[in-house]
């Protein structure tokens, strides 16, 4: 199976299967002279391991990084780094009911139409156990932005769950680590904890929108046509397991403004740089940041594993009932929130290291005479 990585200069090459002995990445183009330890890896992986509260699969995995090449005494060589993860709790068991059927709305018909081979014992590949080594590269990714652009900084949250969106008016940073959603509106989340474990116990599942801002990204990043900040971050969420939807700013929303509503105008602030009177554009104008906050967001199906009869057929082409047993996410949004961290990190410093390589530094200085 080929295309297994993405990144430009920041190349990441994501290896193994949900139920194989391990899985991990093989990060190439790191800067040399990057402090970075497991421990700070590990911090990041925590986030999304499985098996921390009720919301989410019971699949009881420490999700512990092994660096095994590219450090030294504590900081990058410059060299590939290979990250490893150990999967120690399988249970192929679960899937052996269904290894002769095809679940409806998972990737496992496709699998087989594609390759003639599928790994039925949780997807192989097509799991979101794959995302855990993504996390552990986005780690990696976070350690060198805090050296190349000290102040930036990302953070995700779930925006929606199903058809229960938050308010704005009651977003709260300090409430996103505080429930199990990553929800940035404590009375969303209180509703979202009574619904989802309704859900949950009736064997069902549920989708979600994540939004993840990046703050503090310079200007300047991404090009004009084949390199755009926003078609490597949308084709980055978009490689995440079960997402189906991507916005950059207003998103499809700004079909229904007009041009003097969508405008984003711009005046000289008090430090001499361009500010903007709102952030329609998400942080980027022509495939390039503006220095604005960077807006992404994405939206996850319901999870395909679900404990309710499904109609279906088996690959000698019968028809067929299948209900899949195991340890899944009643809404895989909870846990894509880190995954999607993670990919703006990787994505941003792979357009760091571009603007560097192509242009040093922004040429264009505004507010001097010529």
């Known amino acids: 199976m080929s295309f297994n990585t993405f990144g430009h200069i920041f190349r990441v090459t994501t290896w193994g299967e949900s ?6 990445a093989t990060v190439d183009g790191v800067p040399p002279g990057v402090p970075i330890t497991a421990a700070q890896i590990q911090h990041w992986l925590d986030r999304r391991k ?4 009720k919301y989410t699969t019971q699949r009881r ?4 990084v092994e660096i095994l090449s590219g450090v030294f005494e504590g900081v990058t060589t410059g060299t590939p780094v290979q990250l490893m993860i ?14 002769e059927k095809f679940r409806p709305g998972h990737a496992d018909i496709t699998y087989f139409q594609k390759y003639g081979i599928r790994d039925y014992r949780g997807g192989g590949r097509s799991s979101a156990r794959e995302t855990a080594a993504r996390v552990a590269a986005g780690g990696l990714a976070r350690a060198a932005l805090a050296q190349l652009v000290p102040g930036l900084k990302i953070a995700g949250y779930m ?10 008016s009651l977003f709260d940073f300090q409430q996103i680590e505080q429930n199990p959603f990553w929800c940035p509106d404590a009375d969303a989340a209180a509703r979202w904890a009574e619904s989802l474990d309704a859900l949950r116990k009736s064997g069902n599942s549920v989708g979600a929108v994540i939004e993840v801002v990046a703050q503090g990204v310079p200007a300047g990043l991404g090009a004009p046509i084949y390199a755009k900040l926003d078609t490597d971050l949308a084709a980055a969420a978009m490689s995440i397991n079960a997402v189906k939807g991507v916005e950059i700013g207003e998103g499809m929303n700004a079909a229904g403004l007009t041009g003097i509503e969508n405008a984003d105008e711009i005046y000289m602030g008090n430090d001499g740089q361009p500010q903007y009177s709102s952030n329609h554009a998400g942080g980027i104008l022509g495939g390039i940041s503006t220095g604005q906050d960077v807006v992404l967001r994405f939206a996850v199906k319901p999870t395909s594993s679900i404990l309710n009869p499904r109609k279906t057929i088996t690959k000698a082409g019968e028809p067929a ?15 894509a929130v880190p995954v999607g961290e993670a990919m703006m990190a ?17 040429q264009g200085v505004i507010g001097v005479g010529d």
């Open 19 to 24: 139920h194989g002995p391990a899985l991990g």
């Open 50 to 53: 499985p098996g921390q509260n």
């Open 61 to 64: 995995e420490a999700d512990e």
């Open 86 to 99: 150990r999967n120690t709790d399988q249970r192929s068991k679960d899937y052996s009911e269904i290894m």
């Open 159 to 168: 925006v929606r769950m199903g058809r229960d969106g938050i308010d704005r």
């Open 321 to 335: 009932e299948i209900v899949t047993k195991g340890r899944h996410d009643p809404c895989v949004g909870i846990r």
């Open 346 to 362: 990787c994505v941003l410093l792979d357009h760091i290291l571009l603007h560097r390589g192509h242009v040093g530094v922004n």
